[in-house]
């Protein structure tokens, strides 16, 4: 897989001037110091090696030969949640790619037998036995089904569930194909359902994510389905986006597309088949998962050269975080009575991550905890009673922070609150 290999990103890494928009929120969007950091691993470890800026340093030391990929090199690589807040911000200043490069720092650590670091060797061992994160039979991955619901045998929406929703979260994917049928929506789940390979991919296991990426996309076509749903924000963003970088094709070119729960209600209500029931009175704040804002825009490839000054032949094409799925979620927060939306400080690109990023909450959790306890502040100061996202990872992070601080703040998934405001009654969490 030679176009994500790190001496493919030399010219990000050579070209950093340590300027750190990859850990400061624009002043334009936050005033003042509170909320302003935006990088989770530099707010927890308070030096620059644990920021964009000192991997990219690194990373041109491993490129020069001049540091090899020590115990110590290791923690710097992957106590980092690949939320991409750093890119976005990099990129306000300068057209470099650091999560290209944060992300070629771990293949190249797998690739030379240094990483992963345990944990994550042990989640990539489960899924590759299991095919789930959890290590679980696959006989319990429909057992979320509710009485009543019957997703057709073939559909043009294929609902892939993902792991966390089919062995953890269940109310999760309950509320979504409740949601689907009573919208009279027609969806079919796909048969031995397996991980989407996000855990592998951000490991640095690019060989297996991408053997596992060619399987699913084979199943989904077998299946019939030319759409596949997701209700996870890291299943989207690996079926929209690491498939297609996987595979050095461009979004657009996939003999699919993904769409999230919230593009697909949001349509609807847009077109207004959405009709909600009586008020739910709730100040929410809405927290924009990584994987379905500033990292879901499409992949593009890009093989061409540089001239002088850096300048691309032909044109490179920036994902620059500012084109990912903001508007919907909040359109169908606003559309439900009762409910008020509050805005974070850090919101939409400049949005905080969970902690669970990166494969964080499975090797670092205290780390994880620490970045969650910070955005959940955030969220209290804010003035809301509850805290909704569209990731079951996100979920996670927050119903740990509560009941970790014992802070009264509630934790949604928006398929949560759509659920109840459709059906009129709430889907056991
Ligand atoms: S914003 Fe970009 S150029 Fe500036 S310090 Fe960070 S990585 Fe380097
Ligand atoms: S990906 Fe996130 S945690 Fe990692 S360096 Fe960038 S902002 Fe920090």
């Known amino acids: 897989m030679d176009h994500l290999r790190l001496e493919r990103f030399r010219w990000d890494a050579e070209n950093c001037c ?51 990929i020590t115990e110590k090199a290791l923690d710097i690589i992957y106590q980092c949640n690949l939320c991409g807040a750093c890119d976005t911000g990099c990129k306000r200043n300068l057209d470099l790619d650091p999560l290209m490069v944060l992300e070629a ?22 899924v590759r036995d299991t095919g789930n994160r959890f290590g679980l039979k696959r006989a319990k991955s429909a057992a979320w089904i509710p009485e009543g619901i019957k997703p057709s045998n073939r559909a043009k929406i294929a609902y892939f569930v993902g792991c966390n929703a089919s062995y953890k979260n269940n109310s999760i994917a309950q509320a979504t194909v409740k949601i689907l049928e009573h919208l009279g929506i027609e969806y079919a789940l796909m048969e031995e359902e397996s991980c989407c390979g996000h855990p592998l991919f951000v490991s640095g296991a690019a060989s297996e994510a991408l053997a596992l990426a060619k399987t699913n996309i084979e199943m989904l076509s077998d299946a019939g389905a030319s759409i596949v749903l997701t209700s996870c924000a890291e299943c989207y963003k690996t079926w929209k986006v690491d498939y297609p970088k996987l595979l050095d094709k461009p979004t657009s070119d996939m003999p699919y597309k993904a769409v999230h729960l919230v593009e697909l209600l949001a349509g609807l209500l847009a077109k207004g088949g959405l009709r909600f029931r009586g008020p739910i009175e709730m100040k929410v704040a809405y927290h924009d998962p990584c994987c379905l804002g500033r990292l879901s825009e499409d992949w593009t490839p890009w093989h061409g050269s540089r001239g002088p000054n850096g300048l691309t032949q032909p044109p490179k094409p920036y994902r620059r975080g500012t084109n990912g799925i903001y508007q919907q979620p ?100």
């Open 330 to 429: 909040r359109q169908l927060i606003s559309a439900i009575e009762g409910l008020e939306l509050i805005d974070l400080p850090r919101t939409r690109e400049n949005a905080l991550c969970c902690g669970a990023g990166g494969g964080v909450l499975d090797v670092y959790p205290e780390f994880a905890a620490f970045t969650a306890q910070d955005r959940l502040q955030e969220v209290i100061d804010s003035g809301a009673q509850a805290v909704v996202s569209a990731c079951p990872y996100c979920l996670d992070s927050f119903q740990v922070a509560i009941q970790s601080t014992g802070h009264l703040l509630k934790a949604y998934d928006i398929s949560h609150l759509v659920s109840l405001a459709l059906l009129g009654h709430e889907v056991a969490q």
């Open 105 to 126: 720092l771990r293949i190249r650590a797998v690739a030379q037998g240094a990483g992963p670091p345990p944990a994550l060797a042990q989640l990539i061992r489960r």
């Open 18 to 68: 340590g300027c750190k928009g990859c850990i400061w929120v624009d002043p334009i969007y936050v005033q003042g110091k509170d909320y302003s950091i935006r990088c989770p691993s530099l707010q927890r470890f308070k030096f620059d090696s644990y920021s964009a800026l000192g991997r990219l340093k690194l990373a041109l030391a491993i490129l020069n030969g001049s540091m090899k």
